[in-house]
C-alpha cells in the first residue's frame, strides 16, 4: 500500500517562498504511472486541489496560484514537489498531497504565511 509524506512547510512572510515534498512509500514503481496532487485545506474551508501533475509532466493549478505555484515529480525519487512563491496570507492552510487513483493521502504540512 502506498504511504506518502509531506515536508517543507513551516511560518513564513507574505512574499516569502517555500517548497514542500511528498515522498511515497510501498509504492514498488506504481507511483510513476498515477497522477499526484497538492491540496490544501483552510481553517473552515473544505479541502481544494491547489496543483496536479500527471505521470508525463504535464500539470494544471487552480486560479488562485497560477503563476506563484510550481508543482514537480521526480519518478526516480519517488518524490512530488511543490514551490510556492510570492506566497500571501490567504495561502495559510495544511497541504496535503496525494492521489485520487491510488485513493491514498499524507498527513500533511502546515503552512503559514503571516507578518
Known amino acids: 500500500q502506498v504511504q506518502f509524506v509531506e515536508s517543507g512547510g513551516g511560518l513564513v512572510q507574505p512574499g516569502g517562498s517555500l517548497r514542500l515534498s511528498c515522498a511515497a512509500s510501498g509504492s514498488s514503481g506504481v507511483f510513476s504511472i498515477y497522477a499526484m496532487g497538492w491540496y490544501r485545506q483552510a481553517p473552515g474551508k473544505q479541502r481544494e486541489l491547489v496543483a496536479a501533475?500527471?505521470?508525463?509532466?504535464?500539470?494544471n493549478y487552480v486560479d488562485s496560484v497560477k503563476g506563484r505555484f510550481t508543482i514537480s515529480r521526480d519518478n526516480a525519487k519517488n518524490t512530488v514537489y511543490l514551490q510556492m512563491n510570492s506566497l500571501k496570507p490567504e495561502d495559510t492552510a495544511v497541504y496535503y498531497c496525494g492521489s485520487s487513483a491510488l485513493n491514498a493521502w499524507g498527513q500533511g504540512t502546515l503552512v503559514t504565511v503571516s507578518s
Open positions: 501533475i500527471t505521470s508525463v509532466g504535464n500539470t
